[in-house]
């Protein structure tokens, strides 16, 4: 179902930062980053008589090192292993492990992550209403973790301490979380252990997509987990993002076609801050909050999400060309929370 | 066996003396070499970085910044007002211990505008630096030597020059109205030196701590104080002069000292924009410095001093503001400027100590007559209302 990303070429890459000159300054000011070697004030004055054009990080993340990349996060749908049950039903089993591990959440700093399979967001769990789920979660950090879906399910599958065994996963040890897919929409899942603030802005978040037993329409996916970081643990957020890589996609803008239908599912995990928002340029979409009707609920360019609202947009770009989008906060845009289509 | 064989046979003194010198260079280089177990921090990286200096220039912020932690920092992305800065170019290398390095970053700032700025060092942390007021750096030029140099002038030289005038009135006066003055010099001399040590602890806070923070102002103080005392103990040695002329001599050396300390805050303030030029900052100074030249004059009152010992005495109290002003325009940070306020603190109270016996009547014992109290206090006010000028 969903459309395999076109692979970046060289010549895509220099199109994309011709389209951004502002990008291909950025590229170039940052490659030699000596101090010794950085241009003077008065050269840098001279290079940008306006100042900077666009807020952007210095320098590059290296996915390989971090372990994943936020292009293959966009895309890359779990539907799990998959058997029938008797009497016909789909039963899909994921395995799960929660980790601490170093990622770079924005160019060269460093962040100690808690991921569930080393990656931030963790893995995008995908499912049709009526299934039966099964999630194997061992814990292999030094504190206790849960995995709290949001759906219905029984109190004991709630992954909230006092819940059972499920409820409070200590360190080594293993539980599996079961139950039905249900209701069909956009959903998420974290965890859930006491200091809440700490166990979710870590990194222990994800989306849960259940599609409709109809499918909906063939569309180009892609999966939007908007998150921040504080890295200097003082309880507010340095560092915004869309798939945890501070502006990552303005380096790498996500390519689309002209007239595609373009779903986004997107999941709102913001810790610190109250509300967080998306706005796509010269563009509108149809959103579908929470994903659980069929029917859009409106037709516009904004929307806002609290923490764990969340929803699906739907887009169809009638004009080739780069389109920005980002949160409707300058600060979150400009502390990392800003990206580019590119429609071709 | 003798004395004189035993003594023979004994060690030299140097090499007593050097046995356990010798000894903590052995250990330390064990330490070092076999790198000990348990000597290492347990713990996190500790990151600080100090900003010691701002430059502002036409779309460029420049920080000069200073590792003031002991592990090595990696500085990696710049927020300014909440927004990362690309273009902002920082060292590639980790900053050492102790270690400097600028960051320089493009940036429309507007004049008189509050900046916020943040560095992200590679673990997260955040250095966070504000500018209260954005205000263009004046440019090391003619101008700036010149503006900085008569500020210098009108707020060392000239009011302590004007100071010392009143030594006809002083000469003419009777013996205990001198020793009145001499009580009023006092106190100011004793406000004075508060008011450096407030100063110079108020700026060692400002900068990097690991020189000592404010404990600089103190050594400052200590080694005036001691290298006043052997100033002194030279000049009683070669009986260079009246005893009026030297303590007039020290007077202006421990004056000299502070208005260097007091120069370089001038200056550090100018360049950072935070200091308002004005006729009235100007005033306030001549007024506060005039008193200074009082405090020269009152120990040669009863002498017969060549005018040109005079205006020596005046320049040495009075031109140091100009030196101090363009070290602090153009190169001043916070240590430097603690360090010599704490000179000029220590200076003066060593010369304080040197006037201190001429305010009894000679050969009076007992303790301050009402009249001298009574000047020790008004030159403590005199020097407080006075400062209230300068703000």
């Not at chain 1, 000596?34 to 210095?58: F, M, N, Q, W």
């Not at chain 1, 037993?213 to 309880?235: C, Q």
């Not at chain 2, 004075?192 to 806070?205: M, N, P, R, T």
């Amino acid at each position: 179902m969903p459309l395999d990303r076109t692979k970046l070429t060289r010549r895509s890459l220099l199109g994309a930062a011709a389209g951004a000159g502002a990008l291909a300054v950025v590229t170039g000011a940052s490659g030699g980053g000596d101090s010794s070697e950085a241009p003077t004030p008065e050269e840098l004055a001279r290079e940008y008589p306006h100042g900077p054009l666009h807020s952007g990080a210095r320098g590059h993340v290296d996915a390989a090192a971090n372990g994943f990349d936020p292009d293959a996060i966009l895309t890359d749908f779990d539907g799990g292993t998959v058997t029938t049950l008797p009497g016909g039903r789909t039963l899909r089993t994921w395995e799960v492990v929660a980790r601490e591990k170093e990622i770079q959440v924005a160019p060269g700093v460093s962040f100690l992550a808690w991921t569930y399979n080393g990656r931030v967001p963790g893995p995008t769990f995908r499912a049709t209403e009526g299934d039966r789920l099964r999630i194997r979660f061992t814990n292999a950090t030094g504190h206790p973790h849960t995995m709290h879906f949001h759906g219905i399910h029984p109190s004991n599958m709630d992954g909230i301490p006092g819940s059972g065994p499920g409820g409070l996963v200590e360190p080594g040890a293993t539980f599996t979380y079961e139950f039905d897919a249900t209701p069909f929409g956009l959903h998420l899942y974290h965890c859930h252990t006491f200091p809440l603030a700490t166990h979710i802005h870590r990194g222990l978040y994800g989306a849960f997509i259940i599609d409709p037993k109809t499918p909906r329409p063939d569309a180009h996916e892609m999966v939007m987990v908007m998150n921040g970081f504080d890295t200097n643990f003082d309880g507010a957020n340095e560092v915004y993002a869309v798939n945890t890589v501070a502006f990552h996609y303005m380096h790498r803008p996500i390519k689309v076609r002209r007239d595609e239908l373009v779903r986004i599912y997107l999941v709102n995990v913001l810790e610190f801050d109250a509300i967080n928002s998306f706005h796509l340029h010269a563009n509108f979409f149809h959103y579908y909050p929470t994903g659980t009707s069929l029917t859009p609920a409106e037709l516009t360019d904004t929307i806002s999400q609290v923490q764990g609202q969340r929803g699906i947009l739907e887009v169809r770009f009638p004009y080739a060309g780069r389109f920005m989008f980002h949160a409707h906060k300058s600060e979150f845009a400009e502390l990392g929370w800003v990206g580019m289509f590119e429609v071709t | 066996v003798t004395t004189e064989a035993k003594q023979a046979h004994r060690a030299p003194g140097w090499i007593l003396a050097a046995i356990p010198i010798s000894l903590l260079a052995i250990l330390a280089l064990l330490l070092l070499a076999f790198d000990l177990p348990g000597l290492d921090r347990n713990g996190p990286p500790i990151e600080d970085v100090a900003v010691e200096r701002t430059e502002l220039r036409p779309g460029v912020i420049e920080l000069r910044v200073r590792n003031d932690g002991p592990d090595a920092v990696r500085l990696a992305q710049v927020v300014v007002n909440d927004a990362f800065i690309a273009e902002a170019s920082l060292p590639t290398e980790p900053i050492g211990r102790l270690g400097q390095a600028t960051v320089r970053i493009p940036y429309l700032w507007n004049e008189g505008e509050a900046y916020e700025i943040s560095l992200l060092t590679s673990t997260g942390v955040t250095v966070a630096h504000s500018i209260e007021a954005a205000a263009e750096t004046p440019k090391a030029d003619a101008g700036f030597f010149g503006l900085l140099g008569l500020l210098g002038l009108y707020v060392g030289l000239i009011p302590v020059m004007m100071g010392m005038l009143w030594l006809p009135f002083a000469r003419r006066a009777r013996e205990p109205v001198v020793r009145f003055l001499l009580a009023v010099t006092v106190g100011l001399l004793a406000f004075l030196a508060v008011e450096a040590v407030v100063e110079g602890i108020d700026q060692a806070g400002q900068g990097a701590q690991s020189f000592g923070g404010a404990s600089l102002v103190f050594l400052g103080a200590l080694l005036a104080y001691v290298a006043m005392t052997g100033v002194d103990g030279w000049l009683r040695r070669r009986r260079a002069g009246a005893d009026g002329w030297r303590v007039a001599l020290l007077v202006a050396i421990g004056i000299g000292l502070h208005n260097l300390g007091e120069g370089l805050a001038i200056g550090g303030a100018y360049a950072a924009g935070a200091l308002a030029l004005g006729a009235f900052l100007v005033i306030g100074f001549a007024v506060h410095n005039t008193t200074e030249g009082l405090a020269i004059v009152a120990p040669v009152a009863r002498e017969r001093p060549r005018l040109r010992s005079l205006v020596l005495l005046g320049v040495i109290a009075g031109l140091p503001v100009v030196p101090g002003a363009w070290i602090g325009g153009l190169a001043s940070n916070p240590q430097v400027t603690a360090l010599l306020l704490g000179v000029g603190a220590g200076a003066i109270v060593q010369v304080v100590q040197q006037i201190l016996p001429a305010l009894r009547p000679s050969g009076e014992r007992r303790g301050l007559e009402p009249a001298i109290a009574t000047g020790l206090a008004c030159g403590l006010l005199l020097m407080w209302g006075t400062g209230l000028l300068v703000g």
